[in-house]
């Protein structure tokens, strides 16, 4: 009989997750259909052997009118024979699916798991029972797979879920681990036991007419791809399940090794996370694309990105200094000069370098001489020199020239670093013609703050260096130059005084 196995293996579910005390509070997900009516009269069997108490949640999402009414008082009017406690909600799911552009589905799954997280938290419940059984599991590894999932979505639904996963996103850590897990103890039992226990304990669920709704994929899949995939494979819902068990483990071993490597890639803040790309260099593309749905995780909630979005993402990180890439819900990565931002911040300004990094001047002026070695500012040295430098461009920074090497019979006069100048122009080595240098620091993304500040080699008449961005083309050293001046910054906080 259906009554004695099904009870003894939600027995031994609870027990499993030590849930099974009367001194546990179970809040119970009831829509009145059969899964969930059967999952709560098993519960009732418990409770009367000394098993945990309970707590029925019910949600009308308001889709059905009357007929979503009828089963709320259905469910509330069970609860009551039954003696247990119970919480009616209702949302209107059409108007916000409507004012929001948001998938009908997607948006009532939403709202049904914050509202359940509200009622166990208000009733400080151990854990949230839903009753998905082994044929939702069998749809749900399909739906998956006909979408291109990889093991996050093969994996399936879980049988035991921890808050941070399902319920509302919080920062406290801490906080999640008092909060209670989601479970789903039918996972493995099929639709078919259940119906069959429904029928031996007499019990009259209501059928939601949505469920046989041909314009759900979900429903086609259970009408018509499982009932053909049965003459390929007879026990097809059994090797689902198995594809769901395998990919759950692989899914395991994976956010394993990510755990390893996350505290060396990310650094994690409120509303952003910053990927450093030497880390993420490093990484299989496998583990790249589960830091990128571990990042969206952390910063959308419970929004799964796709794997055209993951690829997105991925494929931003090739790209240029700036690139900005939207991947879901407003969520963009953006390549900066050390790390890949990732936030929801409209507010975030674009800083294509890090500014602990670069030199300001703290006078109108800094003559040179040569040679010369010595402090250019508080953290940065220079060099001057007609030899090759003792602290050569090659141990410069990786992605500023920070150096530059001069034709010193061209350069008339004295030179000496300066800021910058209303008419100040020159010739970008490189480009055509000459450039004001306004222009030039708005092209280059230079900060409207930094551009004051920022060192310009100059002699009485002319620029010659724009510090870590461009020369003037015209005073460049060539293989013609017979006295050629190297001029070198370093980041130096122990440099001599000048």
């Known amino acids: 009989m259906a009554v004695n196995s099904l009870l003894e293996h939600l027995r031994n579910s609870l027990a499993r997750q030590h849930l099974l005390s009367n001194k546990t509070l179970i809040v119970v997900a009831v829509s009145g259909g059969p899964d969930s009516l059967a999952l709560l009269h098993l519960l009732c069997c418990l409770r009367a052997e000394g098993g945990p108490q309970l707590h029925v949640a019910h949600l009308d999402h308001g889709f059905r009118g009357a007929q979503s009414a009828a089963e709320a008082q259905f469910v509330a009017q069970t609860a009551a024979k039954w003696n247990i406690p119970v919480t009616v909600g209702k949302r209107d799911l059409p108007t916000l699916v409507t004012e929001n552009h948001q998938n009908r589905q997607a948006a009532a799954r939403a709202v049904r798991y914050a509202f359940l997280a509200e009622v166990a938290q208000a009733n400080q419940a151990e854990a949230v029972a839903v009753a998905h059984q082994a044929d939702d599991q069998a749809e749900t590894v399909l739906l998956h797979l006909l979408r291109g999932a990889g093991p996050a979505g093969l994996r399936g639904m879980q049988k035991v879920v921890p808050w941070q996963n399902w319920g509302p996103k919080i920062d406290d850590q801490d906080f999640w681990s008092t909060q209670p897990c989601l479970i789903r103890p039918l996972l493995e039992r099929s639709r078919a036991e259940i119906e069959q226990y429904c029928q031996e304990q007499q019990l009259t669920p209501q059928l939601d007419p949505s469920n046989t709704n041909q314009n759900y994929t979900r429903n086609r899949i259970r009408a018509d791809l499982l009932p053909h995939l049965t003459t390929y494979n007879p026990q097809i819902t059994a090797a689902l399940h198995r594809t769901a068990q395998v990919c759950a483990e692989d899914y395991a071993y994976f956010q394993t090794q990510l755990e390893n490597v996350w505290p060396k890639l990310a650094e994690v803040e409120t509303d952003l996370i910053r990927l450093r790309p030497k880390a993420w260099a490093k990484l299989h593309p496998a583990l790249q694309r589960y830091a990128l749905r571990r990042a969206a995780s952390l ?200």
């Open 299 to 498: 910063l959308l909630g419970n929004e799964e990105l796709s794997y055209d979005q993951i690829e997105a993402g991925r494929k931003a990180t090739t790209q240029g200094l700036g690139f900005q890439q939207t991947l879901a819900q407003g969520l963009f990565l953006r390549v900066e000069y050390d790390f890949f931002l990732l936030t929801r911040r409209t507010d975030m300004p674009f800083r294509p370098f890090n500014l602990e990094d670069l030199p300001q001047l703290t006078t109108e002026e800094f003559a040179l001489t040569v040679p010369f070695v010595g402090q250019f500012s508080e953290t940065w040295a220079i060099e001057t020199a007609f030899e090759v430098p003792t602290f050569t461009p090659f141990n410069s920074n990786e992605r500023w020239r920070w150096w530059v090497a001069l034709d010193a019979k061209l350069l008339a006069g004295p030179l000496f670093f300066r800021r910058r100048r209303s008419s100040d122009s020159f010739r970008p080595a490189g480009g055509r013609g000459s450039r004001s240098l306004q222009n030039f620091f708005v092209d280059n993304k230079i900060p409207r703050d930094l551009r004051a500040a920022w060192p310009v080699l100059a002699t009485p008449i002319a620029i010659v260096w724009i510090a870590g961005l461009r020369a003037d083309g015209r005073f460049l050293a060539t293989a013609a130059t017979d006295k050629t001046l190297w001029i070198v910054l370093k980041r130096e906080p122990n440099a001599p005084k000048h």
